[in-house]
């Protein structure tokens, strides 16, 4: 169990450009999942994924954000024209399935700082 | 909707002290509660968990939470405070049957004096 890894820890672009950050669940997790957290906030969820498939997107994922899982293990966020109220960390999270009797296990988080 | 409320956002303790963390949440049913701690420019750790049966959950570094139906709490405790406790804490909610997102709370921040 090597953990969930996220790359890269620290973000710094100007308005208006895209990121993209990546992140590696546990292996043998088929969930994984995208949170974004402010200062001075508790996380708040964007969405998951279950192997591949996207089955939930929270309404803080507007339509300058998108998030991949193509082949259910790795993923990416993608934040294209960004804004400067899309500072913040981003966490990812993965778990084993289940009925949600299953922890998620979180990253270290990409913290994005829009100049 | 599911909500979390944690009242307490700064906390400080002296060390060796004793430590509760007050959790209260709203949900249609029992859900599943867990509580996270996070360190500065970290991710969050899982402390503990509780799904069903017995109340009082035991979790890592010595904590524990109990959750109680009627007040519609989880609160977090420790019966003596190290100065490595020093971090955030979060409590969270998780849907049942068919667990996908959590809702976490603004979280407290434990400060703790030597």
């Known amino acids: 169990d090597t953990g969930v890894s996220q790359d890269p820890r620290h973000k710094i672009t100007k308005r208006g450009q895209n990121v993209t950050f990546r992140c590696d669940p546990i292996s043998e997790h088929n969930r994984l999942y995208w949170y974004r957290q402010t200062l001075g906030q508790g996380p708040e969820f964007l969405t998951y994924?279950?192997?591949?498939?996207?089955?939930?997107k929270s309404r803080l994922l507007s339509d300058r954000f998108s998030a991949e899982r193509p082949k259910g293990s790795f993923s990416t966020l993608e934040i294209q024209r960004t804004e400067q109220g899309d500072s913040a960390m981003y966490l990812c999270a993965s778990s084993l399935g289940g009925n949600g009797n299953q922890p998620q296990h979180f990253g270290d988080g990409t913290r994005l700082s829009i100049l | 909707a599911q909500s979390v409320t944690q009242p307490d956002i700064h906390i400080t303790v002296s060390e060796g002290a004793s430590l509760e963390l007050r959790c209260n949440y709203s949900y249609g049913a029992t859900p599943y509660l867990f509580w996270y701690v996070q360190s500065p420019g970290q991710g969050l750790q899982l402390l503990l968990k509780y799904f069903s049966g017995d109340t009082l959950v035991q979790g890592i570094k010595g904590f524990e939470a109990e959750f109680k139906r009627s007040q519609s709490s989880f609160n977090l405790r420790k019966p003596s405070v190290h100065w490595s406790d020093a971090a955030e804490y979060f409590c969270?909610?998780?849907?049942?049957?068919?667990?996908?997102?959590?809702?976490f709370g603004t979280g407290t921040q434990l400060k703790v004096e030597l």
């Open positions: 969270a909610v998780g849907p049942t049957g068919g667990g996908n997102k959590l809702t």
């Open positions: 994924f279950q192997n591949e498939a996207q089955l939930e």
